[in-house]
């Protein structure tokens, strides 16, 4: 492994990282309630218990990332530490989970959506319609204005590739949609 190429990640990709993995965090929200209901009084000590356990995994990680720098993350670290078709079922399970998130958090929002108009403006509208329309939304606006999270690797050319574009040649995208890199969505 030769590392990550310095100046790869800059402080603004770093925090949309961030920010983008923050939306599994409002299971917290979501999920209070019902550990309440499982757990009773002991709630506060299970969630104790829940961070601690979270603690170690974020220290193994660290740990992981300090001997073996790289962008793959838990396909490096599995392909490194228990080999090679651990790591390829690995990196394949979170492309998996990746997949997955996007359609269960567009699910939820449309769901949460149907909920509050039907109860306060007694409008009956499908939670599916309601994903629809903000998962366009999400797309037009990453569309347009993705560029700004990270000039670098946003831009025309793949700069560590040298080639132009990633799924799109540049002569064939809509005028609106040049600005766009998709793997930024």
Do not use: E
Not at 8 to 20: P, R
Not at 40 to 49: D, Q
């Amino acid at each position: 492994m030769s590392g990550l190429k310095k100046g790869a990640i800059t402080l603004v990709g770093a925090v949309a990282a961030t920010c983008a993995f923050m939306g599994p965090a409002t299971s917290i929200y979501f999920n209070t309630g019902m550990g309440v209901q499982n757990a009773g009084n002991a709630f506060g000590f299970a969630f104790l218990v829940a961070m601690v356990a979270m603690l170690f995994v974020a220290y193994v990680i660290a740990q992981f990332a300090k001997k073996l720098p790289s962008s793959g993350f838990a396909y490096t670290f599995s392909v490194n530490g228990l080999g090679a078709k651990p790591g390829f079922l690995t990196g394949w399970l979170l492309v998996g989970g990746y997949a997955m998130l996007a359609p269960m958090l567009l699910s939820a929002i449309g769901y949460f959506l149907h909920l509050f108009f039907s109860t306060y403006f007694h409008i009956n509208i499908s939670w599916g319609i309601f994903s629809i329309i903000v998962g366009a939304i999400v797309l037009i606006l990453s569309c347009m204005g993705c560029h700004a999270i990270d000039s670098r690797r946003l831009g025309h050319v793949d700069y560590r590739s040298g080639r132009h574009g990633r799924f799109f040649h540049h002569g064939i995208r809509p005028r609106w949609f040049r600005r766009c890199d998709v793997s930024c969505i």
